[in-house]
């Protein structure tokens, strides 16, 4: 029981004006990927935009294939035995 007594003081503790101050990083996020540099957005980040990119494209293009293979297979007519 006494754990819930100490429940207001960690709800005011959690949510006092003394909490760290988080600087704004959303300018020069900006400045970056606004950069006329010829690259498109989706590359900018670098090696990491560039592989979750590839590797997006890659299942998506293995997963339109998956499906039109089991379209086809499907609209084919059964063999009766």
Known sequence: MNH????????????????????NKVPEAQKFFQADNGLPVHIKGGTGDVL?????????????CYSLYWLLVASMPQKKA
Do not use: E
């Open 52 to 64: 979750l990119y590839r590797a997006t494209m890659t299942l998506t293009i293995g997963g339109t």
């Open 4 to 23: 819930l007594l100490k429940v207001p003081l960690l709800a005011s503790r959690a949510f006092s004006s003394s909490a760290r101050q988080l600087r």
